[in-house]
């Protein structure tokens, strides 16, 4: 399956140039599946194939820079997508769904305005740092949306922290040429180290609460 979407991806660029490459990553950030890791640096390949004059199948009208803005447009409207699904929303659906639901997830109301107030005073970082890393860049959107995070704020902040991610991303493909598949590897461990920090996250949390709990049945 990853296989064919590989190659539904790179007939994509190949085929529509820079609107290829903002399209694909507006579905990836809408669509995680849609990897970035594919995307960006074949994106990068074909631009230097261009740059290069090099003879392929692939399309030589496209630049590396291009490329680069192409996606972080794309990577803006993808999250302005789900910042306004999640503004719709909004907090108070939220809250109930947590009254409700939560304590199946061993979360509470009160668990809800910490997270809350953490990224109120956080915003800025959460958003501009989170657009760098894996499994988070799309997520992130979600709760400035139902923050109703500063419109202009989160735009320029995703646009900034995405580009960064793009540029390394779309610059290692045009480096690493035929060789661009390779950048994969090295954001599949980043993905990984991820993961574990979130899972250590969660158990910390879970290990909170189950020693609250005791604590309250002591008193």
């Known amino acids: 399956m990853l296989g064919d979407l590989a190659n539904w991806v790179q007939d994509v660029i190949n085929q529509f140039g820079y609107l290829g490459v903002a399209l694909l990553v507006v579905l990836e950030n809408v669509f995680p599946p849609i990897p970035s890791e594919i995307v960006l640096p074949f994106a990068g390949f074909v631009a230097q194939q261009g740059a290069n004059g090099a003879d392929s199948a692939v399309s030589t009208d496209t630049s590396v820079l291009g490329m680069m803005i192409a996606a972080t447009i794309g990577s803006v409207v993808g999250a302005?997508?789900?910042?306004?699904?999640?503004?719709?929303?909004?907090?108070?659906?939220?809250?109930?769904?947590?009254?409700?639901?939560?304590?199946?997830?061993?979360?509470?109301?009160?668990?809800?305005?910490?997270?809350?107030?953490?990224?109120?005073?956080?915003?800025?970082?959460a958003v501009l740092v989170g657009r760098c890393v894996p499994l988070i860049r799309s997520i992130v959107s979600i709760p400035a949306g139902f923050r109703r995070m500063n419109l202009t704020s989160f735009i320029v902040l995703t646009a900034l922290g995405s580009a960064v991610w793009n540029i390394a991303l779309i610059g290692a493909g045009a480096i690493l040429g035929d060789q661009w598949e390779r950048v994969g590897e090295y954001i599949s461990v980043f993905q990984w180290l991820v993961i574990a920090a979130i899972v250590l996250l969660v158990l910390r949390f879970a290990l909170s609460k189950f020693k609250g709990r005791q604590t309250r049945k002591q008193i």
């Open 80 to 125: 302005l997508i789900l910042y306004f699904i999640a503004a719709a929303i909004g907090p108070e659906r939220l809250r109930v769904f947590i009254d409700r639901f939560g304590r199946w997830f061993g979360v509470k109301s009160a668990d809800l305005v910490r997270a809350e107030a953490w990224f109120d005073r956080r915003s800025v970082v």
